[in-house]
């Protein structure tokens, strides 16, 4: 089970259970964790819409599920860094 920090208060934090169905390692919301409905039956829903019956909490994390990584309101979209040669303008004014 591992945790996403959030860092925005209007994000929920959201939490890795691996199923013992699947073997797959579903985001779940904190506050599924704590309904009424999912402590009566030992399952919570993941985001991607999976009932989860948590693997032993002392294993690893089995193989991420892509669509709970789609919808993952914490997941942060790392933006192409655009290389900058240094210098360039300087080579062509001299070279000119």
């Known amino acids: 089970m591992t945790a996403g920090q959030s ?3 209007d994000v929920p934090d959201v939490f890795t259970l691996t199923s013992v169905l699947d073997n797959r390692a579903h985001k779940v919301i904190d506050s599924e964790l704590c309904a009424p409905h999912a402590c009566d039956i ?5 985001l991607c819409g999976h009932l989860v019956s948590p693997a032993p909490l002392v294993e690893e994390d089995g ?34």
């Open 7 to 9: 860092a925005d208060a």
């Open 63 to 96: 193989a991420p599920c892509a669509r709970c990584a789609e919808l993952d309101p914490t997941a942060t979209v790392e933006q192409p860094r655009r290389s900058r040669r240094r210098g360039w303008g300087l080579r062509r004014m001299l070279t000119a």
């Open 42 to 46: 030992g399952r919570y829903e993941a």
